[in-house]
């Protein structure tokens, strides 16, 4: 099938946290069109039921690609990528790539045998969590924290508020104080929203943490699933799209224009 060389790359997301894959993303393919959608009515995912995600994010991706008629579209979304993936695809007639806990890579690397998977509530206890943590780190204690209120730090980062450092130091406490917590030395940030605090989380951590997350994977395997394919000889502006517009978003403005995002719409 032919593909129009404006057709976009759709980026969807709870909130801003897709940036951490839409970034690598622009940096593999720097001229691809892109649209973010951010649900921003159903934010935080992570503290939802799996039925009422598994209902929302394929309805809410079968209107975005009618609108916007994308090449590809990217649950850049831990929790919605594990709960709804499967959903989407069949829903949609374009490919969807979604976005897997860096489990692999962590017990590859991890010299202790002991990581965490620092995710939120909903994507911390799915089975495909368990499958992961079986079938790459079986000889590896795997460790689970679940934490919302690290989400609604790294939205107050990106609309430029004040940060309170206790959230990091409480979240990372939540994987250190369970046992084998002491020769944890790596962390999966199992939520796009993560690496946008990694910087609090170093910081917050007692002693030296490896953090791993899977941006560069995806962007890869956004380009392999899009090789061959035409793009416009030189980048445009891109769209940021939500489902609900108020003051909140528009403080996101100045961030948004840092990812190449310079339109903002309501869905």
């Known amino acids: 099938m032919t593909v129009a060389s404006d057709a976009p790359i759709l980026f969807f997301d709870s909130g801003v946290g897709g940036l951490s894959i839409l970034a690598p993303a622009r940096i593999a393919l720097p001229t691809a069109p892109i649209v973010y959608a951010a649900d921003s009515a159903g934010f935080p995912y992570g503290t939802k039921s799996e039925a009422e995600i ?5 309805a809410l991706l079968g209107r975005l ?14 929790t919605a990528s594990t709960i709804a993936l499967q959903h989407v695809r069949a829903a949609l007639d374009i490919p969807v790539a979604g976005t897997v806990p860096a489990i692999k890579p962590a017990a590859l690397q991890s010299k202790s045998r002991v990581f965490g998977v620092l995710g939120t509530d909903a994507t911390v206890r799915q089975p495909y969590v368990d499958r992961l943590a079986a079938e790459h780190g079986a000889d590896c204690t795997v460790l689970r924290h679940g934490s919302a209120a690290l989400v609604q730090l790294a939205e107050a980062k990106l609309r430029g508020e004040p ?6 130091r409480d979240a990372l406490s939540g994987l250190l104080n369970q046992p084998g917590g002491d020769r944890m030395d790596t962390v999966v940030l199992a939520c796009t929203h993560f690496p946008l605090v990694e910087a609090e989380l170093a910081a917050a951590a007692p002693r030296p943490l490896a953090f791993l997350h899977g941006g560069e994977g995806i ?7 899009t090789q061959g394919q035409d793009w416009p000889a030189s980048p445009a502006p891109g769209t940021a799209v939500f489902t ?3 003051q909140g978003i ?18």
Do not use: K, S, T
């Open 244 to 246: 609900r517009l108020d």
């Open 250 to 267: 528009e403080l996101l403005r100045p961030a948004l224009a840092g990812y190449g995002l310079a339109r903002i719409e309501a869905l």
């Open 65 to 78: 690609v009618e609108r916007y008629r994308p090449r590809l579209a990217v649950i850049a979304c831990n």
């Open 219 to 225: 962007a890869r395997r956004i380009a392999w699933l």
């Open 163 to 168: 940060l309170d450092p206790a959230v990091a």
């Open 54 to 58: 598994a209902a929302r994010v394929p």
